[in-house]
């Protein structure tokens, strides 16, 4: 069955450390995002690619950086830049219709 | 600038009850989409329902409708007879057509609570 899948589901990572979160999709969506959520908010933007090798910031890009060497493929790593990197992340692609965004099951980040 | 509001941080719903739930936005774009989106607990994104700018009609899903008015700029959510399983985080969101404003923005979502 076609999907995107995030890994790990569970991360823990010390203070200081770069991480980085999977994303893969094997849906042949063109475009594919990532945002962070935080305990009872909303869904914010950190970065978006429409093709491959080409990405775009969003609303909260500082301490992220992302790469799209491969059309499956949007992985997210959070730098130890990053203020408060705690957090809920979630990938997603849109179809070529643009009707319907999927999401991955996410990845909850704690950073100790 | 894309923007979605939600006003309503939390509702509380009789079981069976239909409930309707606020979103308000602001684009430039003539052409764009917009989304409901369901989180239980659990964190997963449910996608429920979809319209496009130049739809005619509402969309509708099931127990999911959406009332779209265009020269208002709001897109809320009905949920007809409510069920238990309705208790979740609802998202609004929206993606413009044009290149430069593919990315899809959310509102701040609201918690809706069923009761028995």
């Known amino acids: 069955d076609g999907g995107i899948t995030q890994s790990p589901k569970y991360l823990f990572r010390k203070e200081g450390q770069n991480v980085t979160l999977s994303c893969e999709q094997n849906?042949?969506?063109?475009?594919m995002y990532w945002y962070r959520q935080d305990p009872g908010q909303g869904l914010r933007l950190i970065y978006y690619s429409q093709i491959v090798n080409d990405f775009q910031k969003g609303d909260i890009a500082e301490g992220y950086s992302v790469s799209r060497e491969k059309k499956e493929s949007f992985p997210l790593t959070v730098t130890s830049a990053q203020k408060n990197p705690t957090a809920f992340y979630l990938c997603?692609?849109?179809?070529?219709?643009?009707?319907?965004?999927?999401f991955g099951q996410g990845t909850r980040l704690t950073v100790v | 600038a894309q923007k979605i509001t939600q006003t309503q941080p939390g509702m509380f719903v009789q079981e069976k009850e239909a409930v309707t739930l606020d979103c308000t936005y602001d684009?430039?774009?003539?052409?764009?989409?917009l989304f409901w989106y369901k989180q239980p607990s659990s964190g997963e994104m449910i996608f429920l329902i979809y319209?496009?700018?130049?739809?005619?009609q509402n969309a509708t899903e099931g127990r999911y409708s959406l009332n779209f008015q265009k020269a208002r700029k709001s897109a809320n959510l009905v949920i007809s007879a409510s069920q238990l399983g309705d208790s979740a985080m609802y998202f609004c969101?929206?993606?413009?057509?044009?290149?430069?404003?593919?990315?899809?923005?959310f509102g701040s979502g609201t918690r809706l609570s069923i009761r028995p």
């Open positions: 997603a692609s849109i179809d070529s219709m643009n009707t319907e965004a999927f």
């Open positions: 319209q496009g700018s130049y739809d005619q």
């Open positions: 969101a929206m993606r413009g057509s044009r290149s430069s404003a593919s990315k899809i923005i």
């Open positions: 849906l042949n969506h063109d475009a």
């Open positions: 684009t430039s774009d003539p052409s764009y989409g």
